[in-house]
């Protein structure tokens, strides 16, 4: 998968971007309208809390469950609420999770396997519109 280390931890590789570009402000330029990762998580990585000016949708596909803790949008996180994405949606858990923008968030592998993600943002993922503890 030829992944590379996350600032926020773990793993990632852009997968995907769209050609159309969106307007951010009149100082911030343009994004891509859509951009997507794959993310991976082993047991004991963490991603730090971090927030993303733009929506975050996070699709689970492999390995075990992942929780992601989310933490509102101050100054600061404060934990309000978390989710548990994985396959065994009869038992709450849930493929896909929406991180609103501007929303902090953490997240690591639930259980003792490793977890692999995708995390499309709209508008597209830029680091300058990324914050990070």
Known sequence: MALEPHPEGGWFRRT??????????????????????YYLLHPG???????VRSDEMWLWHRGGALTLRLGGDATAPEEVDAAVLGPDVENGQQP???????VWQTATPAGDEPVLV???????FDYEDFEML
């Open 16 to 37: 995907w971007q769209t050609s159309p570009q969106a307007a951010r402000g009149s100082r911030d330029g343009t994004r891509p309208c859509a951009t997507g990762i």
């Open 96 to 102: 896909q999770f929406l991180v609103p923008a501007g």
């Open 118 to 124: 995708t995390c499309v943002v709209a508008p597209g």
């Open 45 to 51: 990585e963490v991603s730090r809390w971090h927030r």
